[in-house]
């Protein structure tokens, strides 16, 4: 049994935070439905190149971006703009436990689909919305963009080069981190408010914002700022509480060093053949290379650049003295230990093609997680889930594909038989 089997999820989302929960949601089990825009669909599925090769070498209408956030999700094309859109959406929710959505505050009530109004169709509904500022505050109405949070909500003052040093400057991290972040907490939320309505057989709103997760996961450094009274600043790829710890430079490449204790700092002047710093008292503790670390780092340096990367990332290791190398993500790929994990996988594709994929990082011993399926087509399980769960037939549907409610898929055998694929 999946873990999640019998919890159905509307899922109204688009772009990534919100389908990064749905798709937690979908590996653990939950039937996973996307409603989407006939025609359209998702933004980011034409967010390319590259996009996903058929089973020809052509090109598909499923950009790598969306495919990254959307696997084991069954998509129904809705156009919930008119009147009978909405009424097929309010049977879908009366038959599910989760809604999700990422429209603007308020962009749903038009539509009678926001959570007052759906609370009447289904008491026990866990409505999640997502937005970029939340759901009241002088911001509410604004769009909310990754960038723009990790900016506004202090990631980048803390992530770059300092002030002075080449490079310097605020940056972006290289992934849309505050997203995901939010997928992450929006996905533990929902879990949480379907036990409360597992016991009380009410459900809620889930009011959660971009901004809201920025400043939340700012962790030590919200911390080190709200208990010392100093403003952080940016260290480039060094800690501001640990020394030393970021990125070294080797005769020939790059590696990252971890020292996280005294103990392994003692080891790492033994293996450098300086084993006096680990007792020289600017250094020999924590809080003293922090206070010295403008002494210290450029010595470490200097000694580094006389070897190559291979030759003391080996040495440290004996040594017990975290260090690894700095991979590109080739190399993440082709590394021994993410071989060993399987992490890269492979789901089939309507188009019949085999989508790669990076696995779930969850893993539970009694209910392994199992994947049924690459991201969908738009509009490829319509008639599928509306004949299921609305018992509409062959007649009603087609009527509704006629009048443009319901969409029709983008690819030949796109689940439109209504058996399950």
Known sequence: ????????????????????????????????IKLERPGAGDDTRSWGPPYLKDADGNDTAESAYYLCANRGKRSIAIDFTCAEGQRLVRELVARSDVLVENYKVGGLKKYGLDFASLQTVNPKLVYCSITGYGQDGPYAQRAGYDAAIQAIGGLMSVTGEPDGAPGAGPQKVGVAATDLMTGMYAATAILAALRHAERIGVGQQIDLALLDTQVAWLANQASNYLVGGVVPGRHGTAHPNIVPYQVMPAADDYFMLAVGNDGQFARLCTVLGEPGLASDPRYASNAARVAHRAGLVPQLQAILRTRPAAEWLAALEQAGVPATPVNRIDQVFADAQVQARGLRIE???????????????????????????????????????LHELLALDA??????????VVGRPEADGGGFSGAAK
């Not at 798709?23 to 996973?32: C, E, I, S």
């Not at 990076?358 to 011993?365: A, C, G, M, T």
């Open 1 to 32: 049994m999946n873990l999640l089997e019998g919890v159905r999820v509307l899922d109204l989302s688009r772009i990534l935070a919100g389908p990064w929960a749905t798709q937690l949601l979908a590996d653990f089990g939950a039937d996973v």
């Open 395 to 404: 007649g009603q549907l087609q009527a509704l594909q006629a009048q443009g």
């Open 347 to 385: 789901l089939p594709h309507a188009s019949g093609a085999q989508v790669p994929g990076v696995r779930n990082p969850l893993r539970f011993s009694a209910t392994p997680l199992q994947y049924r399926h690459a991201a969908p087509v738009l509009g490829e399980h319509s008639r599928q889930v």
